[in-house]
């Protein structure tokens, strides 16, 4: 591994480097099909060679699919990781779900655009009582923060509201973590619904999303 081409850059192209390598550090995904991370992404494959030589050092390995248009970062110490509420993973779960679904009907170009209606109704089904708005506000927030969703309106808890849901969302969760918080969440759910009392705090799930 040979770092000096990274740290020979001086100037202008030190602080792009700089500027673009923390933006992919601090916002997770990022994404051609979104116009804040879009330059980025274009940055970074142009200079990908220099990126994976600097991750590398400091323990990072990093995933570019083109195919997606995402660029991530993968902790190759298992550290990184985003502590999620049983609630966001649930929320998470159902948006992942949706996204594969309509995936499926639409071109590869076309983006996948749902509403906030449909991620309350697919809640309802499962616990028979519509979620909390202030819960369904902060976990959308939380999403769009790590450029999993955008919101093509204003108000996060209005059920008119439409979501772009972006390809990152399938690569939230590895394979087992999904399998992981399908079974918490699916085990908490039944408690809720036969009557029983859990305890929420002890329901966080860990999702590495980088």
Request: net charge negative.
């Amino acid at each position: 591994m040979d770092i000096t081409g990274v740290f020979s850059l001086n100037g202008a192209a030190k602080e792009k480097f700089r500027v673009n390598a923390n933006k992919l550090l601090n916002e997770c995904f990022i994404l051609k099909s979104c116009e804040d991370t879009k330059s980025c992404y274009y940055y970074i494959l142009k200079e990908k060679d220099n990126f994976r030589i600097y991750f590398d050092f400091l323990g990072y390995e990093l995933n570019i699919n083109e195919d997606l248009g995402v660029i991530a970062l993968n902790n190759t110490y298992g550290n990184g990781r985003i502590r999620l509420r049983l609630i966001d993973s649930i929320i998470l779960l159902f948006i992942r779900l949706i996204y594969i679904e309509e995936r499926q009907k639409l071109s590869q170009t076309e983006q996948i655009i749902t509403t906030v209606e449909e991620i309350y109704e697919r809640y309802r089904g499962l616990k028979n009582e519509r979620l909390n708005k202030r819960d369904m506000k902060d976990c959308l927030r939380l999403l769009k923060k790590y450029h999993i969703i955008h919101n093509l309106d204003y108000d996060l808890s209005n059920p008119e509201t439409r979501i772009i849901i972006y390809p990152s969302v399938t690569l939230a969760f590895d394979s087992s973590e999904l399998n992981a918080v399908y079974e918490s969440a699916k085990q908490k759910l039944d408690t809720y619904m036969n009557g029983g009392v859990v305890d929420n705090n002890a329901g966080e799930e860990d999702t590495d999303e980088t």
